[in-house]
């Protein structure tokens, strides 16, 4: 989680990350910019999707991303998938 997603991952029985999204018109304002968030999130999803683990990885936008920019957003979301190979990798290890 930061100041722009929430992200909630759970492993699954596929060999592939599967992405889940959860923006509301009350979060980012009219269909545009809803629209135009959840492209950025899958587009940068299918970039990182090679590290990710098999998971069931759901990302839900959070307030502030209304006054973000694409570029703020991209880098916010780089740093959560990589948190999620992390957090993923480690619980497997144990």
């Given at each position: 989680m930061d100041g722009f997603f929430t992200v909630t991952a759970r492993p699954n029985d596929r060999a592939c990350a599967r992405l889940g999204l959860?923006?509301?018109?009350?979060?980012?304002?009219?269909?545009?910019?809803?629209?135009?968030?959840?492209?950025?999130?899958?587009?940068?999803?299918?970039?990182?999707?090679?590290?990710?683990?098999?998971?069931?990885?759901?990302?839900?936008?959070?307030?502030?991303?209304?006054?973000?920019?694409?570029e703020h957003l991209r880098a916010s979301l780089a740093g959560l998938w990589k948190k999620v190979a992390k957090q993923c990798a480690g619980s497997s290890a144990s």
């Open positions: 959860a923006v509301s018109l009350k979060v980012t304002g009219n269909a545009v910019a809803r629209n135009r968030l959840r492209r950025i999130v899958r587009d940068s999803f299918r970039l990182h999707q090679h590290m990710l683990p098999a998971a069931d990885i759901v990302v839900a936008a959070r307030p502030r991303v209304r006054e973000a920019s694409g």
